[in-house]
């Protein structure tokens, strides 16, 4: 139990382009959901925090009109990364908490980014 | 603000080799500390926890212990396996909204 998926896996697009990544609790509702970004050789950088129904919470430094995050449903949450620029390519990883005594988070495979 | 120092990688054993990374952190407030492992091509994964001093987190035959003096958390096995073979992520949480601080992970091989 306590699944989650990102979708795609991996996505390559130009610079200038949007691209959106999907983020879902297959098995649970997700009460909350955490957007990370990992730099190769790098830690786990959490971008934003977000709850259902109700806007993100932006970590400092992280750009809410570049990265937009929204959480419409208790089993989906999607970041989209607007006017993408080689500079966003990166590992982006989400988990979730939920409810009923999930509360440590459940972490997805992770999104790789490459924007040419 | 909250951190987590981990030693540097990569680290190559061979099986039933020993065992110890090391963990340290700065934290504001009282937190609770937990080691993720994320295999290949797979989502991090919880492998064990402490939430207060002296606390020994264990799981699959790995252990760590909550140590307030000296900040740390080092995880430990008797006898790795080659299935051991992953990325080891030391992490901290002070907050109510489980929100995680990590260390930078560190790579570890396992050779049979």
């Known amino acids: 139990g306590a699944v989650v998926s990102q979708h795609p896996s991996w996505v390559i697009c130009k610079s200038g382009t949007s691209v959106k990544i999907e983020c879902r609790s297959l098995?649970?509702?997700?009460?909350?959901m955490f957007w990370y970004r990992q730099f190769p050789k790098q830690s786990l950088m959490l971008m934003a925090t977000?709850?259902?129904?109700?806007?993100?919470?932006?970590e400092q430094g992280v750009e809410k009109d570049k990265f937009l995050i929204n959480h419409a449903s208790l089993t989906l949450s999607t970041l989209t990364v607007t006017s993408a620029h080689p500079e966003d390519s990166s590992f982006y990883i989400c988990?979730?908490?939920?409810?009923?005594?999930?509360?440590?988070?459940?972490f997805g495979p992770g999104t790789r980014l490459t924007v040419t | 603000g909250d951190s987590v120092t981990q030693m540097e990688g990569p680290v190559t054993l061979s099986e039933e080799a020993f065992l110890t990374i090391n963990c340290t952190y700065t934290a504001t407030g009282y937190p609770s500390l937990f080691w993720y492992v994320q295999y290949p091509g797979e989502g991090l994964q919880l492998l064990l926890k402490?939430?207060?001093?002296?606390d020994k987190g264990s799981n699959k035959g790995f252990e760590a212990t909550y140590r307030k003096e000296t900040t740390s958390f080092h995880l430990e096995k008797g006898s790795v396996q080659v299935s051991d073979s992953a990325v080891y992520f030391c992490?901290?949480?002070?907050?109510?909204?489980?929100?995680?601080?990590f260390g930078k992970g560190i790579t570890l091989s396992v050779r049979p």
């Open positions: 992490a901290l949480s002070t907050g109510a909204n489980s929100k995680l601080t």
């Open positions: 402490a939430t207060k001093a002296d």
């Open positions: 988990s979730a908490t939920g409810t009923g005594g999930l509360h440590e988070q459940y």
């Open positions: 977000s709850n259902e129904g109700s806007k993100a919470t932006y």
């Open positions: 098995d649970f509702q997700a009460t909350t």
